[in-house]
T-cell receptor, first 114, second 113 residues
Framework: GENVEQHPSTLSVQEGDSAVIKCTYSDSASNYFPWYKQELGKGPQLIID?????GEKKDQRIAVTLNKTAKHFSLHITETQPEDSAVYFC?????????????FGKGTHLIIQP | KAGVTQTPRYLIKTRGQQVTLSCSPISGHRSVSWYQQTPGQGLQFLFE???????NKGNFPGRFSGRQFSNSRSEMNVSTLELGDSALYLCASSLASTGIEQYFGPGTRLTVT
């Protein structure tokens, strides 16, 4: 089955700086890659996703890049703010024709230092 | 539009008992997936229901089961509870059974003593 590796497990950045979280996946058939943000006591919140026919996607301060050849994808957060502090999860799945379920990375605890 | 709701939010059970968790998806969403979240194993897929049928199942024992009703609400049942079943159980809903754009509820925190 699919295996998703996520790095780093903890990331501390100064407020206003950029943060980058990287993930690799094993199944070349995976074609859907969402990112989730989970705050304490809450369920994961979908913040951005990318599909295999796209190399990069942006939404305000957040961007995701995908390299299908190398089987890795990354989350970039620019101009970080205190409210960005949370645990971020990457995931991978094969979409279409029935959900196989998302396979998640172990998560990155992002700490924004004031 | 209201988000995914899960009840109860917290539950304490004794080993050997059984438990039923409930999930109401976002209005109009017909697919409901269940995940288990633990500090050691992270987020793991349990199963997915669409149009009252289980479409996919993760690698969990048969003690974990579920069902979906005609209004898309879903329940998950765990029988013969073990200490290792203590976890946050999350459900996620999406429009169709394609696996994309899954929106999670707040979860049910199950503690088995």
């Amino acid at each position: 089955g699919e295996n998703v590796e996520q790095h780093p497990s903890t990331l501390s950045v100064q407020e206003g700086d950029s943060a980058v979280i990287k993930c690799t996946y094993s199944d070349s058939a995976s074609n859907y890659f969402p990112w989730y943000k989970q705050e304490l006591g809450k369920g994961p919140q979908l913040i951005i996703d990318i599909r295999s026919n796209v190399g990069e996607k942006k939404d305000q301060r957040i961007a995701v890049t995908l390299n299908k050849t190398a089987k890795h994808f990354s989350l970039h957060i620019t101009e970080t703010q205190p409210e960005d502090s949370a645990v971020y999860f990457c995931a991978a799945s094969k979409k279409g024709g029935g959900a196989d379920g998302l396979t998640f990375g172990k998560g990155t605890h992002l700490i924004i230092q004031p | 539009k209201a988000g995914v709701t899960q009840t109860p939010r917290y539950l304490i059970k004794t080993r050997g008992q059984q438990v039923t968790l409930s999930c109401s998806p976002i209005s109009g969403h017909r697919s409901v997936s269940w995940y288990q979240q633990t500090p050691g194993q992270g987020l793991q897929f349990l199963f997915e229901y669409f149009s009252e049928t289980q479409r996919n199942k993760g690698n969990f024992p048969g003690r974990f089961s579920g069902r979906q009703f005609s209004n898309s609400r879903s329940e998950m049942n765990v029988s013969t509870l073990e200490l290792g079943d203590s976890a946050l159980y999350l459900c996620a809903s999406s429009l169709a059974s394609t696996g994309i754009e899954q929106y999670f509820g707040p979860g049910t925190r199950l503690t088995v003593t």
